[in-house]
């Protein structure tokens, strides 16, 4: 990449140990964020759905910050329990799939509440949720997380922690700027926090 211009800043991806300039979420503040919330509200079954990227050359699996935030977390609070963890792709469709498996695997051990890592795999499960009769907030919450533009407007609104996605773009824009305008030369990556959206999911 330096070949061609030594300017570079990612958005979305820390790349400050290769001496590239970053802008990134604070995904374990986010996590923490949401699991606080439920378990004041008194939830101490709940579960995760996560999902799994590859590098792009397809070398290995990409670990999930927030799945790890999350595992450590509940492990700390004496309420990890590995059988109401369920990964797969960052989708719609696999959201669905897994809150189905969870429901049959699980019957009346199903937990409170769950914790998706993207809106995607949050409206998937509201699906399987509705599909088995299965209330939500009422038996099951449910809190996503990004914030698209969709979730206030599925039933129930989605409860969702809220990534700054526009000033994650302005900020790799200053950073560049520092670079080209002020000469800076010192790496620096800034990350960023996130906001915890309460709506009917999980009221």
Known sequence: MTDWNANICFVDSDQSVQKYDSVVVDFQQATVS??????EKGHRNIGILTGEEQFSDESANIIDTRWLAFRDYMKRKGLYEKKYCFSGKFSVKTGYELMT?????????????????????????????????????????????????????????????????????????????????????ITKKVTLSTDLVIRDSSL
């Open 101 to 185: 498996k969870a429901i049959n695997e699980l019957g009346e051990d199903l937990p409170t509440a769950f914790f998706a890592a993207n809106d995607s795999l949050a409206i998937g499960c509201l699906r399987a949720l509705q599909e088995q009769g299965i209330a939500v907030p009422e038996r099951v919450n449910v809190i996503g997380l990004n914030d698209v533009s969709v979730s206030k407007y599925v039933f129930p609104p989605l409860s969702t922690v809220k990534v700054y996605t526009e000033l994650m773009g302005e900020t790799g824009v200053e950073l560049l700027q520092e670079r080209l305008l002020a000469g800076r030369s």
């Open 34 to 39: 949401v699991l606080d919330y439920l378990i």
